[in-house]
């Protein structure tokens, strides 16, 4: 795997929530012999035993139910502890969800359908933001005090915990809470994670600028996972075969960021290649 990825021509990977325990410890070899570095794992690597796909909100650090959240911290951190081990500087985290009625999908479609400017999606959105500012507050509660716990674990091994933007308008922090959150974080070892499809998503449906968004955060951008949007909500596809204007985001990208491909595996090899040259076309090759 890590070899397939180096013949792209990257030094450096993510390993993400797919990674099943039984590759760690070639992953380890890869990394000790140095031909491969890690840039960042997300939140659970590797997967939880008795899970076969990728799962990173089997365990919700907003769950009401108490035992879900002692486990989804022991797998956190021993998601912290790989990093550690393959002194990866950054761990990627979802953060949870209220407990609602799901709305995202639906309208997705509506926009496809050319009804985002019609009365019922106004109203379908009203509804949603009703229902969850009503709900949020004990969620978004428990999952600070998870980040809180989190947190302290991976500054004693020197990492950063990247808060990742999510797609789903249930899932949190909501984009209106991020600020706040990252006042109430300002310490070395948080910052944002940026994904670019899901901003994309969330601007497609009306919720967001992703510019604006973006430039919001920027100082405490830690990294983001660069993929594109086909309209109005397929993501993880090549950069440039979609909508998203990569280069407006240039200005808001230091040279320290953590940037990583996050791409489906339906895509070609050349795909592929196509989408890093387009990014490296805008942004240059750091």
């Known amino acids: 795997m890590l070899r397939e990825i180096r013949e792209l021509g990257f030094d450096w990977a993510e390993l993400s929530h797919g990674i099943r325990i039984s590759l760690l410890p070639g992953i380890l070899e890869a990394v000790d012999a140095g031909e491969m570095k890690i840039s960042s794992l997300h939140n659970f690597c590797p997967l939880p035993m008795?899970?076969?796909h990728a799962a990173p909100n089997i365990f919700q650090f907003s769950s009401p139910d108490e035992r879900e959240r002692d486990?989804?911290?022991?797998?956190s951190m021993k998601t912290i502890e790989t990093a550690a081990r393959l002194k990866a500087p950054a761990v990627v985290l979802h953060m949870?969800?209220?407990?609602?009625?799901?709305?995202?999908?639906?309208?997705?479609?509506?926009?496809?359908?050319?009804?985002?400017e019609t009365s019922k999606y106004a109203s379908l959105c009203e509804d949603m933001t009703k229902k969850r500012d009503k709900k949020k507050d004990e969620f978004v509660q428990r999952s600070s005090e998870m980040l809180d716990r989190l947190v302290i674990e991976a500054e004693l091994r020197?990492?950063?915990?990247?808060?990742?933007n999510r797609e789903a308008l249930e899932e949190i922090p909501l984009e209106?809470?991020?600020?706040f959150l990252m006042r109430e974080f300002d310490r070395p070892g948080v910052g944002y994670w940026h994904d670019t499809g899901?901003?994309?998503?969330?601007?497609?449906?009306?919720?967001?600028?992703?510019?604006i968004h973006l430039?919001?955060?920027?100082s405490r951008l830690i990294g983001m996972h660069v993929h594109d949007v086909s309209f109005p909500g397929r993501d993880h596809c090549a950069p440039g075969s979609g909508m998203i204007d990569f280069a407006a985001l240039k200005p808001m990208i230091k040279p320290d960021t953590i940037k990583v491909f996050e791409l489906s595996p339906r895509l070609s090899v050349d795909e592929v290649k196509r989408g890093i040259a387009h990014i490296?076309?805008?942004?240059?090759?750091e």
């Open 96 to 116: 949870g969800s209220i407990e609602m009625k799901e709305y995202t999908d639906r309208l997705i479609e509506m926009v496809g359908e050319k009804k985002r």
């Open 50 to 52: 008795g899970v076969m």
């Open 198 to 211: 899901h901003a994309q998503i969330k601007e497609n449906l009306g919720f967001i600028n992703h510019v």
């Open 176 to 179: 209106s809470d991020f600020p």
């Open 71 to 75: 486990r989804a911290y022991r797998h």
């Open 158 to 164: 020197g990492l950063k915990l990247g808060v990742e």
């Open 280 to 285: 490296k076309s805008l942004w240059g090759d």
């Open 215 to 218: 430039n919001s955060l920027a």
